[in-house]
Each structure stands twice: as C-alpha cells, then as structure tokens.
Nanobody, 121 residues
Framework: QLQLVESGGGLVQPGGSLRLSCAGS????????IGWFRQAPGKEREGVSN????????NYADSVKGRFAISRDNAKKTVYLQMNSLKPEDTAVYYC??????????????WGQGTQVTVSS
C-alpha cells in the first residue's frame, strides 16, 4: 500500500525557517517524481515545488523561488522541502504527492495527509 507521510510543520516567526519531510513507503520510490503543494484556508491548492526521480531537475513556484529548496534522498525514500525567509503568506497545509509531473496537482495520484505550517509573530 503506497503511503506518503509529511512531517516538520509548525509555528514559526516571519523570516524563520522550517524543513518539511515526505517519507514514502509501499511503492517503488525511485520511479516517482515528487511534488509539494500547499493549500491555505479559502484558497485553491497550489504547486510549490517538484523534483524528478533522480533528484536532478527541480521546479519552483515563482512565489517561493530563492527561498525554498527541494531535495531527495532515495536511499531513505524521503523528499525534503527546506523553507527559508518564511512569510505570513506561506501559511498553509503542505502536502507531498507522487505519481504526477510538474506543479499541476491534478496530475498526481497519491497524496499524504498534510502538515500545517503557520508563519506568524
């Protein structure tokens, strides 16, 4: 059974940092690109970043470029999202997903349960 589990969310002050993790199990991890998405209250889910199977190609939404960095450790079946210089508008539930491509959420088949990130003073 394919499973994705996010962790690392929490409350952080503006300008702070968090590192999210997405751990996979129950499937051939190396075969899947992984994406990070977020959804704030009252807003649509948006793509934040994604990484290809080998970890050599990454994409970022314009709103996070230069502040967020995605990486993966295939030996640990984990993808990370390092988030720096956080802003209140980054507040959302963050999800990782597998089985798709790019930053369009509709292409992804498998989703984690999400982790809450709150940026507030």
């Amino acid at each position: 059974q394919l499973q994705l589990v996010e962790s690392g969310g929490g409350l952080v002050q503006p300008g702070g940092s968090l590192r999210l993790s997405c751990a996979g199990s129950g499937f051939s991890w190396n075969f899947y690109a992984i994406g990070w998405f977020r959804q704030a209250p009252g807003k649509e889910r948006e793509g934040v970043s994604n990484i290809n199977r080998q970890g050599t190609i990454t994409n970022y939404a314009d709103s996070v470029k230069g502040r967020f960095a995605i990486s993966r450790d295939n030996a640990k079946k984990t993808v990370y999202l390092q988030m720096n210089s956080l802003k209140p508008e980054d507040t959302a539930v963050y999800y990782c997903a597998a089985g798709g491509s790019g930053l369009g959420s509709q292409t992804y088949n498998y989703w984690g349960q999400g982790t809450q990130v709150t940026v507030s003073s």
